[in-house]
Nanobody, 126 residues
């Protein structure tokens, strides 16, 4: 059964904003460090943001101040608000779940600690 389902991708002009969401299964939501990875064509995976079970947020340096990761506990949903998007923001964005003991290692990783991946949602910035 699918545990993570992303939505909200689309096309936007540089400088614009998009909001991504991820529907998360109850068990995964309760026990995991949740995050957003992205992969652009010809590039490897990189994590853009993560949030642990206590609500602590971590961000890729290049998106700090522009992206915000959050959790909606009423819907068991992971959110990513992306503001002031740049061309470099164009990528397939994945919702992820990682064992909480590895959450502090997520930023800078290529996803080696990720336990569950969503299917991805495309973001295109022009």
């Amino acid at each position: 059964h699918v545990q993570l389902v992303e939505s909200g991708g689309g096309s936007v002009q540089a400088g614009g904003s998009l909001s991504l969401s991820c529907a998360v299964s109850v068990h995964t939501y309760m026990t995991s460090c949740m995050g957003w990875f992205r992969q652009a064509p010809g590039k490897g995976r990189e994590v853009v943001a993560a949030i642990d079970t206590n609500g602590r947020e971590r961000y890729l340096e290049s998106v700090k101040g522009r992206f915000t990761i959050s959790k909606d506990n009423t819907k068991n949903s992971l959110l990513l608000q992306m503001n002031n998007l740049t061309i470099e923001g164009s990528a397939l964005y994945y919702c992820t779940a990682t064992p909480p003991r590895f959450c502090h290692l997520t930023i800078g990783s290529r996803g080696g600690y990720v336990e569950v991946w969503g299917q991805g949602t495309q973001v295109t910035v022009s």
